[in-house]
């Protein structure tokens, strides 16, 4: 055990302003094959601050290998276990997750930057997928298809993929966590993780609640680093690994399906977007500006379903344009872990600038700032929430994810224009839009080029449902009874001789 391990090292103390708070899930090692490994060399900042939080193993390829090699051992038992064993192990992880609930809800806003309430949400959201799939791992079906020869059955069986390699970003360093292993655990997969570099103590946090929960050595492993390339690719050209699941940016998600080409692996890809919100001139003003608020500043806009592009109605524009900017001064931006903050800073000053950059490219090309529009005067890495109208279709930010506190307003006339603009992108994740008529909302939700659709609604997610894009925003879907799909084989069995 490293030095740093023992101590009251496991309590950190956190002075944040509402009170002290004990954090007894800090780990400072990697999880590798059922032990804590590494020397806590990688600083994890403290978003709001700037302070460091701890540190973390700063691993390189050798040890993605080990921790491989540990699922690959592990994977025989794991799968073998009766789906109801499996299913009681974490059936108890997703205890202990909501048991520590407030202290993983703190570690995540803290290295993560969002207000403390989105953090609990976050962590019962993400919880909410290890409950779904602790049952779903008792409803795994095989097939008898009707033969086609007297004296034989035709049978499929489903089976574990068997290793999977998992890389996850930092805006939902908890939940897209559980929204992968908990499936592929729930299959009798075993699993290594590669969490963002930013945001490793979510991580480490959940994988010591897994091993209290009794999940085997070897079956659920965390690689931390602070350069994920050489990690990456033992994860997609290993050939003992045969499935990676990422969620991240589509740049990076090209990357890793082209790795993962030279041993043909199953691929899951949750992927960029830019969503269109669009409200109709039939729309509920208030639902509207209600789903438009949690949709666009949730996470401070750091999220792949946000509303990137707002597309008004001519009829409602200058209502719901005044009504909106109204809404967004009531937000209070700050540090997350602060009472009353709704804002929390973006994730570094990287994402800062890209979004100062989006601004100043529309306002060049005609947009106005009704509100906000610069990097809030408190410093670090806050920025003012903002609403720009007279936003057109040749700024960046019509085409690029912004992943900040901006809503631009586009004008539209027409529902075929509408439709238009918003399927203008190679992205497809999600797209929101708000009317009260029947046929329109049948229409439009059936011409989207979205694989989520909100209808009056500015926030879908939820682990019932299956979460995934089209075109450019990836391949497959997390949640719900289709996301333990992912990760079964499908095994076509002949039983002649009958
Ligand atoms: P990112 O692609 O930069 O990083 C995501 C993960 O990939 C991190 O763990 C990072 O370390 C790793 N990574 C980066 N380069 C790599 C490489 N060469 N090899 C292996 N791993 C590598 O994305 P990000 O900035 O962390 O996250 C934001 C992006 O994620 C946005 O585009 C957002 O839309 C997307 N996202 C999508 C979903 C979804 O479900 N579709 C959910 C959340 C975020």
New binding site residues.
Partial sequence: MHPRQCFPSLLLLIGAAMDKKVITLLRTQAFIDGAWVGEPRMPVIDKATGAEIARVPDMGAADAERAVEAAHRAFPAWSKLLAKERSAILRRWFELIMEHADELGLLLSQEQGKPLAEARSEIRYGAAYVELFAEEAKRVCGEVIATHKKDARVLVLRQPIGVVGA??????PSA?ITRKVSPALAAGCTVVV????DTPLSALALAELAQRAGVPKGVFNVVTTSD??P??RVLTESPLVRMITF??????GK??MRQAASTVKRVGM????NAPFIVFDDADLDRAIAGAMASKFRNAGQ??VCANRILVQDGIYDAFAARLTEAVRELRVGPGTETGVTVGPLISSDAVRKVEQHVADAVAHGAKVVIGGKPAPIGGNFFEPTVMTGCTTDMRIAHE?T?GPVAPLFRFSTEEEALRIANDTPFG?AAYFFSRDMGRCWRVAEALEYGIVGVNEGITSTEIAP?G?LKE??IGREGSHHGIEEFLEMKYTLMGGL
Wanted: charged share 15%.
């Fill in positions: 890389i996850t970003p930092w805006n939902f897209m590669k969490p963002a570099e994920p390339a990690v990456g969620t991240g940016s589509t740049e990076v990357i890793l949750e992927l960029g977007g999220t792949c994810e992943f994740l979460f894009g925003s990836g």
